[in-house]
């Protein structure tokens, strides 16, 4: 990899914060910001709209390649439509883990991912951004919470966006979809060794926030 461009790889489950820490870090660091899971996201999207069976691990690979996507506005475009919510419904939520089991899929959103790596810096946040697509990371974080925090945060979330939801039934669904995570053979959910671990289940965003700076600043010797 012939790029030297700094890389903060931030990765851990669901509901961990860890999306809210990685934009706030490249805030602070006027670095890009790519939030993974949104690109598993939107070509799951797609195949639900196509009608494409989730087991057809070549289908779906054909539709992650040719995604015609755009983030502007702080907003996430599919084929021109703003699709920001519909990536974030708990249909998509659970059809995305078993889409993102496929190693076609992603093999296929592999250059995409690579491909924000720009000037001055980039701060990737997923599962497997450390370990697979940016190996050679300045700085790789393992970000989680106990179950029932993340349960907590997620459940607050739904509340504010006007969704109702039982506590039993989002800490059934965290659980289910870490254990699908986690069980895949390609790029699982996994504390693989060169990421430090940040448990924020006692944190506050800006002490996570905080913490995640301090590590990058000693390993840049900024
Ligand atoms: O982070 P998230 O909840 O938006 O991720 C959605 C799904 O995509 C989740 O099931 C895990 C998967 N994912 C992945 O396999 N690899 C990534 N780099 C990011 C997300």
Redesign the pocket.
């Known amino acids: 990899m012939n790029n030297h461009t700094p890389v903060i790889a931030i990765?851990g489950p669901?509901?961990s914060g860890?999306?809210t820490v990685a934009e706030r870090v490249a805030a602070a660091l006027g670095f890009r910001y790519l939030?993974?899971?949104?690109?598993?996201?939107v070509a799951t999207l797609q195949a639900l709209r196509r009608g494409a069976p989730l087991e057809d691990a070549e289908a779906l690979a054909t539709i992650a390649r040719d995604l015609e996507i755009a983030f502007r506005d702080g907003k996430l475009w599919l084929e021109g439509e703003d699709v920001t919510e519909a990536v974030r419904t708990e249909a998509v939520?659970a059809a995305?883990?078993r889409?993102?089991?496929s190693p076609a899929v992603?093999e296929a959103l592999l250059a995409r991912?690579r491909a924000f790596r720009e000037g001055p810096g980039l701060v990737a946040?997923?599962?497997?951004?450390g370990s697979v697509?940016f190996p050679d990371a300045t700085l790789k974080v393992f970000l989680t919470a106990d179950v029932a925090t993340r349960a907590e945060r997620r459940h607050k979330q739904l509340m504010e966006k006007g969704m109702c939801a039982k506590m039993a039934d989002v800490v059934e669904e965290l659980r289910q979809?870490d254990a699908?995570?986690s069980a895949?053979p390609v790029?699982p959910?996994r504390h693989y060794p060169d990421a430090v671990f940040l448990d924020t289940t006692r944190l506050t965003i800006d002490q996570a926030v905080g913490q995640v700076l301090a590590w990058y600043r000693e390993r840049a010797g900024a």
């Open positions: 990765d669901s509901a860890k999306g939030d993974s899971g949104v690109l598993y996201r939520s995305t883990s889409v993102a089991a992603r991912q946040d997923g599962r497997d951004m697509v979809r699908r995570d895949r790029a959910l």
